[in-house]
């Protein structure tokens, strides 16, 4: 797996996160304990940090870059990142999901247990409240999510976490 420094900064990885040899880590990224970083990832802090918060899952071919020293890209934890979404320079909270091929941009929040649908479009430094599904270009709220919502979604990253624990070690051979 190509895991790059850049400029001074060298990706810092739990031991206990799983990151796919086929996934690239470059410069200022941090990957907490129990995260899975899965084939095609790119994880880019080349002028910003990017921070993937413990048990957090970031799917096939997802495009995390922080290329704003005033943005740099935070998620937190036990969060889910749907394949190929592309997050620039975004904060996220804990037990979100971001759904597949959405694209988030500079300065953008969602809230802890927000729900972001397939396709969602999120621009610039627009603020999706807490416990809310979302939808559309641009993503616009739809309803409240309850509790019990988020708590499937935290359950939901921590079997994903618990999978990829077990393939420590594992290597595609091809």
Same mark, same amino acid.
């Given at each position: 797996?190509?895991?790059?420094?850049?400029?001074?900064?060298?990706?810092?990885?739990?031991?206990? +996160?799983?990151?796919?040899?086929?996934?690239? &880590?470059? %410069? *200022?990224?941090? =990957?907490?304990?129990? $995260?899975?970083?899965?084939? /095609?990832?790119?994880?880019?802090?080349?002028?910003?940090?990017?921070?993937?918060?413990?048990?957090?899952?970031?799917?096939?071919?997802?495009?995390?870059? +922080?290329?704003?020293?005033?943005?740099?890209? &935070?998620? %937190? *934890?036990?969060? =889910?990142?749907?394949? $190929?979404?592309?997050?620039? /320079?975004?904060?996220?909270?804990?037990?979100?999901?971001?759904?597949?091929?959405?694209?988030?941009?500079?300065?953008?929040?969602?809230?802890?247990?927000?729900?972001?649908?397939?396709?969602?479009?999120?621009?610039?430094?627009?603020?999706?409240?807490?416990?809310?599904?979302?939808?559309?270009?641009?993503?616009?709220?739809?309803?409240?999510?309850?509790?019990?919502?988020?708590?499937?979604?935290?359950?939901?990253?921590?079997?994903?976490?618990?999978?990829?624990?077990?393939?420590?070690?594992?290597?595609?051979?091809?």
């Amino acid at each position: 797996m190509p895991i790059l420094p850049f400029g001074n900064h060298a990706p810092k990885i739990d031991p206990d +996160a799983y990151v796919s040899a086929q996934a690239t &880590i470059i %410069g *200022n990224v941090e =990957i907490s304990s129990n $995260a899975n970083i899965w084939p /095609g990832a790119v994880i880019r802090g080349d002028q910003a940090q990017v921070r993937i918060g413990e048990g957090s899952c970031i799917q096939d071919s997802v495009v995390i870059h +922080a290329h704003n020293p005033d943005n740099p890209a &935070i998620l %937190g *934890n036990s969060t =889910i990142i749907g394949t $190929a979404a592309v997050l620039h /320079g975004v904060y996220i909270g804990d037990y979100a999901s971001v759904g597949e091929g959405c694209a988030l941009f500079d300065g953008a929040t969602l809230g802890e247990g927000v729900l972001l649908t397939p396709g969602s479009i999120v621009p610039g430094n627009v603020v999706i409240p807490p416990r809310s599904l979302n939808s559309g270009v641009p993503a616009a709220q739809i309803r409240e999510i309850t509790r019990e919502e988020v708590e499937k979604q935290k359950a939901k990253a921590e079997t994903i976490a618990a999978v990829f624990q077990k393939l420590k070690g594992w290597q595609l051979t091809i």
